[in-house]
């Protein structure tokens, strides 16, 4: 009679378990990321950010300036049953993701009315000193009145930011990291 060696249950669930591990992470960052792409968080459904207020700058995404917000997201281990995504430590994460409102401080103004100046300093003028009308000075005109209106604001007084989720609890992403691991225990235990 001939014997033949039983494969190894454990060691194939526990690569298994490790695999998906880091699978999780990866495409967990990735799926949040995504949200940045499609402007909206992705739950059951996607639930769009709300438009930005200054329509200066919206040739681009809402929430993207720098892509610092985006690059910042990150997977953190906390054993091997969890995982937490996480963002570096910048004072606007926070506010953007669950919303609410920030209190007008004298510094606020006094920086609100450095962009005024700055904005309307830029500003291209004539010979005679009257300002060019073109593109250019509509944008930058734009910008002063909206720096100007936040500088004239009283101190205390508060500015509501929307809330603009990018990361969070997510069926689609749940869903599809249960397909993964479905179609990884078919492919790893089929054949034994």
């Known amino acids: 009679m001939e014997r033949t060696e039983l494969p190894d249950f454990f060691k194939e669930l526990s690569t298994l378990v ?5 699978y999780a992470k990866v ?8 949200n940045f792409r499609r402007q909206g968080f992705l739950d059951t459904s ?3 950010w709300a438009k930005r207020s200054l329509t200066v700058g919206s040739d681009r995404g809402v929430l993207i300036q720098s892509g610092k917000l985006r690059d910042s997201i990150h997977a953190v281990n906390r ?19 669950e919303g609410g409102y920030i209190v007008v401080t004298e510094r606020m103004k006094r920086y609100f009315w450095y962009l005024y100046m700055k904005s309307t300093g830029t500003m291209q003028k ?8 073109n593109k250019a000075n509509a944008r930058l005109s734009t910008m002063a009145s909206f720096y100007k209106g936040m500088a004239l604001k009283k101190a205390g007084s508060r500015i509501r930011i929307p809330k603009r989720q990018y990361m969070g609890e997510s069926a689609a992403f749940m869903k599809q990291l249960d397909a993964w691991i479905a179609s990884e225990i078919d492919k790893r235990f089929s054949n034994i």
Do not use: S, W
Not at 18 to 22: G, I, L, T
Not at 126 to 133: A, H, S
């Open 46 to 48: 996607l639930t769009p």
């Open 18 to 22: 490790e695999d998906a591990h880091r």
């Open 27 to 34: 495409a967990g960052v990735n799926f949040f990321k995504q």
């Open 126 to 133: 004539k010979k005679n000193g009257e300002l060019r009308k």
């Open 79 to 97: 054993g091997i049953d969890r995982i937490i995504y996480q963002t570096d430590p910048l004072a606007y994460a926070k506010i953007h993701n």
